[in-house]
């Protein structure tokens, strides 16, 4: 599960926040030493850790990092996640990044976790989106599997999904479907999004291996369950949130997709503080 671009992705964090070095740890002899505690200041999911351990293994093998709490477990206010032991200086010039990486990405994993716990009960699942921040989409969505949803593609790389502007492109959705079978590596997966039920028609009629309901209201969400019969996976997007999302379930699609899972990142609050 860990993501591929994640040591890239800790080198390029602190670069951009120590730069040509940290000028307020040079302050603090070298030689000294210290331990520290990372708490949390609310309730949430912990996720992240592995990118907080690669700050600190880039900045000194000699810190060492103890986890109270497993990546992927609940968190309490007022709870230790972790003692760090080892250089000051060090421990210092990597606690912001290694904060912004655990306070961000246990966010989105927190917030994962209130949308799957709305959705109980029911057989849909969970899906992501492609609205992630610039240069942080395969963390975020490790953070989304940590907080128990699933990934649905990484990037315009590794999926085929048919959207409005495409349509309009090809003239049709029998058009683009037809145009990305011709061009598709082998196995990949296409899915068309559709806005109204005489597109999902076009849709089933051409073969598409999932389909994307738009904007359905509920009527509309029944109605296309029923006719797909289970036949073709179905997505439900657009609007979604946790005061709609168990509601949209109950219709009975597979899958339902929620950008605000990595687009609307609220951070949970952590901090460091030495013992």
Not at 142 to 160: E, F, K, Q, S, T
Not at 162 to 168: D, G, M, T, Y
Request: proline residues 4%; glycine residues 8%.
């Amino acid at each position: 599960m860990i993501p591929a671009d994640l040591s890239e992705c800790v080198a390029r964090a602190l670069a951009e926040d120590i730069g040509s070095g940290d000028l307020t740890a040079a302050l603090i002899p070298p030689q000294q030493s210290l331990h520290a505690d990372i708490i949390t200041r609310e309730a949430g999911i912990c996720c992240g850790q592995p990118y907080a351990e690669a700050v600190f293994a880039q900045i000194s093998p000699a810190i060492r990092m103890d986890w109270q709490v497993q990546e992927g477990h609940s968190l309490t206010p007022g709870q230790h996640l972790c003692t760090l032991s080892g250089p000051a200086r060090a421990i210092l010039s990597g606690e912001r990044c290694a904060l912004n990486f655990l306070q961000t990405l246990s966010g989105v994993a927190t917030t994962v976790s209130e949308h799957c716990h709305a959705l109980q009960g029911t057989f849909t699942r969970l899906l992501d989106t492609r609205k992630t921040i610039p240069g942080l989409r395969l963390a975020q969505k490790y953070a989304v599997r940590i907080g128990g949803g699933m990934n649905h593609r990484l990037g315009l790389y590794d999926g085929i999904l048919i959207k409005e502007n495409h349509i309009a492109a090809c003239g049709s959705i029998s058009a683009a479907l037809n145009a990305a079978r011709a061009l598709a590596p082998r196995l990949t997966r296409i899915e068309v999004e559709v806005e109204d039920l005489l597109q999902l028609e076009e849709a089933i009629a051409g073969a598409a291996d999932m389909i994307l309901l738009d904007n359905f209201s509920i009527d509309l969400l029944t109605q296309a369950v029923r006719r797909v019969g289970g036949a073709i996976p179905l997505e439900a997007s657009g609007n979604i949130g946790l005061d709609n999302i168990r509601e949209i379930a109950l219709t009975g699609v597979d899958y339902i997709s929620v950008g605000a899972l990595t687009r609307n990142v609220r951070s949970l609050d952590l901090s460091l503080r030495f013992i």
